[in-house]
T-cell receptor, first 111, second 113 residues
Framework: GQNIDQPTEMTATEGAIVQINCTYQ??????LFWYQQHAGEAPTFLSY??LDGLEEKGRFSSFLSRSKGYSYLLLKELQMKDSASYLC????????????WGAGTKLIIKP | DSGVTQTPKHLITATGQRVTLRCSPR?????VYWYQQSLDQGLQFLIQ???????AKGNILERFSAQQFPDLHSELNLSSLELGDSALYFC????????????FGPGTRLTVL
């Protein structure tokens, strides 16, 4: 089967940098998604990695290592509005039509 | 605004009742996904439709059913409601191929009293 692990909660300071890790176990691999979800709101897409390496999008970057089954989301210059849950997800091995979701990491930003 | 619409935004009902949640995908998107998210829990995939046909099933209870209509909107029917069914229900649609990102609607918050 497939499994995704993320830390449950992290705390960081405004203006700092935080790295949110995601490890996955899967017999096949079709990329990894990161989504942001503010409390009570819908998840919004952040990134999709299918090749190894770091992809940067402004203050957010996402890294993937397929050999290690590992990804991280790097948030720089943290702002209070970055307080949210960050979800990683991988497409199901037996079906490309659904995503297997991690439980999410709740990020708390303190002034 | 993702382009995915869901109605109603809020729904309060009693145990044993039946409700219908509605979703309209983004223009041109053929795939619709339904998710349940209980308080402080992760997203639980329920079911997916593609162009009117069921394509994948997750942890959907037998009391729940869904369908996608020819105009591509979808409805999720929840019956014999229990207190534990109280949750946010999200609909998402997908663009592009099988690995395209999913766009989520604003959700329907269901409260069962």
């Amino acid at each position: 089967g497939q499994n995704i692990d993320q830390p449950t909660e992290m705390t960081a300071t405004e203006g700092a940098i935080v790295q949110i890790n995601c490890t996955y176990q899967t017999s096949g691999f079709n990329g990894l998604f990161w989504y942001q979800q503010h409390a009570g709101e819908a998840p919004t897409f952040l990134s999709y990695n299918v090749l190894d390496g770091l992809e940067e999008k402004g203050r957010f970057s996402s890294f993937l290592s397929r050999s290690k089954g590992y990804s991280y989301l790097l948030l720089k210059e943290l702002q209070m509005k970055d307080s949210a849950s960050y979800l990683c997800a991988v497409p199901a091995v037996d079906s490309n039509y659904q995503l297997i979701w991690g439980a999410g990491t709740k990020l708390i930003i303190k002034p | 605004d993702s382009g995915v619409t869901q109605t109603p935004k809020h729904l309060i009902t009693a145990t044993g009742q039946r409700v219908t949640l509605r979703c309209s995908p983004r223009s041109g998107d053929l795939s619709v996904y339904w998710y349940q998210q209980s308080l402080d829990q992760g997203l639980q995939f329920l079911i997916q439709y593609y162009n009117g046909e069921e394509r994948a099933k997750g942890n959907i209870l037998e009391r729940f059913s869904a369908q996608q209509f020819p105009d591509l909107h979808s409805e999720l029917n929840l019956s014999s409601l229990e207190l534990g069914d109280s949750a946010l229900y999200f609909c998402a649609s997908r663009s592009g191929g099988a690995l395209g990102e999913q766009f989520f609607g604003p959700g329907t918050r269901l409260t069962v009293l």
